[in-house]
């Protein structure tokens, strides 16, 4: 980042550096230890998170020019408050806003314009002409950018593309590893800091899909680019053109015809890979961590994966008399919604049985921050100091009050984003108890760990309320799709 530190009348020039200094690398700034950076009074972290918001938009409005428009709009400058950002805020939903159309005519050209709108970095002068797949697209803005654009799976019938950069990939993965090795309190180890860990996920080689890009970033964070030490599922990409084909098929469905699929003919007569991979997916997944519990024994293993899918693994294997033998300081990591289906109150104990590990840890991240948060001792997510969280009003979109326990929409300002403006609001909703310390020690704010998606609350259909102005959102969205100018 080129950011200058630029100081305003009467502001604390050195507040300003620590921001810098949080926004391009905090973990060097805090030599990569979770006690510091989780032990900080929290008035000095908000002042901090304010000197970088107000970087971050004098930097970030001249550069992604959506964010520009937003804040034009508005007649927003200087922001004087941590919560007077709320209206600069990107819907989650706005990086799958381009028309539907351009996918199914293979316009690429035009989809980067609408990435580029949404970035600082510069896809609309690319040639992708030669392009007939969203792989072949993606790739060539992998090839020619800093950005490494993340896919969805496209649950809602649309996929979205989010100009993460490989920088912020990195720091995504960098960000679990401290959180997973070391303890609160005390030192970071030699061996936490430098030791290479075998990586476990029940998912793909790699792929554009965050769901596959990941893990080739998890292996750099914590085994050090060994492929060796990697151990995917699926020796394969995730192809992002697949996972669209998906996405079209279930919109079909849900208007009541599943054979009128809106997609190139030459991805349509890929329907049955994709539908064969999908049905064979879950045995594979349950034999190959089966498989590499034995071979892996003795060894420091994180294992990754879907909560419901490690408990189901969990159970088979205790059922058959197995049980992993990984060797101390291994980890377990689950995350992501149950799928409608209720697990047992004792499964994380189950998971632990079968994985031998002390505690499970479970994740709440999305593909929009850097940062994973982990659950502490007590079960709820502490922010890292760079990471502000919002509870937002479902009705009018405002922030709620920082102080006592508060339920909204979650969103969240990520200091660290290299690739996009940072503000993102969620489709969650959470709590936050903002006055009353954890008994873990962690002096940062916490979300409580019972989140929900809004959708399914509300029925399937989440309808977000912005901050902003809604003349103002209007003008931007329709620049952003092209309709303005």
């Known amino acids: 980042m080129a950011t200058d530190v630029r100081s305003a009348a009467g502001s604390d020039v050195s507040v300003e550096r620590e921001a810098l200094a949080w926004m391009d690398d905090p973990y060097a700034h805090f030599g990569s230890s979770v006690t510091a950076m989780q032990s900080l009074d929290r008035d000095h972290v908000e002042a901090v998170q304010l000197a970088g918001l107000n970087m971050r938009l004098a930097d970030r409005r001249e550069k992604i020019r959506t964010l520009g428009k937003l804040a034009d709009a508005q007649g927003i400058g200087t922001l004087a408050s941590i919560d007077d950002v709320a209206p ?31 970035t600082p970095y510069d896809c609309s002068q690319l040639d992708v002409s030669h392009c007939q797949s969203i792989d072949e697209w993606l790739t060539v803005i992998q090839a020619e950018t800093p950005l490494d654009v993340a896919t969805s799976s496209g649950s809602s019938g649309t996929c979205s593309f989010f100009p993460k950069s490989k920088k912020d990939y990195l720091f995504f993965a960098k960000s679990i590893r401290p959180q997973l090795l070391q303890t609160f309190g005390e030192a970071a180890s030699d061996a936490d800091l430098h030791d290479k860990i075998h990586v476990l996920t029940p998912l793909h080689r790699d792929g554009h899909a965050a769901s596959g890009r990941t893990g080739q970033y998890l292996k750099q964070a914590f085994a050090f680019g060994d492929d060796a030490y990697f151990h995917p599922c699926f020796d394969h990409k995730v192809s992002a053109d697949l996972q669209w084909l998906a996405a079209r098929v279930r919109a079909a469905a849900a208007k009541g015809d599943a054979t009128r699929v809106d997609v190139p003919p030459a991805l349509l007569a890929r329907r049955a890979e994709w539908e064969a991979e999908q049905k064979d997916m879950p045995a594979q997944q349950t034999e190959f961590l089966l498989r590499k519990t ?28 197995l049980r992993s033998a990984f060797g101390a300081g291994s980890q377990v990591m689950g995350g992501g919604g149950a799928k409608g289906v209720v697990l047992p109150p004792d499964h994380k104990q189950v998971i632990c049985d079968f994985f031998g590990a002390e505690r499970m840890r479970v994740a709440y991240g999305m593909t929009e921050l850097n940062t994973m948060l982990l659950n502490c001792e ?45 503000g993102v609001v969620s489709g969650d909703l959470a709590t936050i108890d903002w006055d009353t310390p954890c008994a873990c020690g962690r002096v940062p704010v916490a979300v409580e760990i019972d989140i929900q998606r809004l959708s399914e609350l509300q029925g399937g259909d989440d309808k977000i309320t912005c901050a902003a102005q809604p003349a103002a959102h209007a003008e931007a969205m329709d620049f952003l799709t092209g309709t303005g100018g």
Do not use: C, N
């Open 88 to 118: 600069l805020m990107f819907r989650h939903d706005i990086y799958k806003s381009y028309p539907v159309s351009l996918l199914a005519k293979q316009r690429f050209d035009q989809l980067s314009t609408w990435l580029s709108r949404l």
């Open 378 to 422: 007590h079960d709820r997510y502490h922010l890292l100091p760079w990471v502000i969280p919002y509870l937002l009003d479902l009705e009018t979109g405002q922030p709620l009050p920082r102080k006592g326990r508060q339920q909204g929409r979650a969103a969240f300002f990520d200091l660290s984003q290299d690739g996009t403006w940072g």
């Open 294 to 321: 034995r071979e892996l024994a003795g060894q420091r293993v994180l294992s990754m994966g879907m909560t419901i899918m490690l408990h189901s693994v969990a159970k088979r294997g205790l059922a058959d008399g």
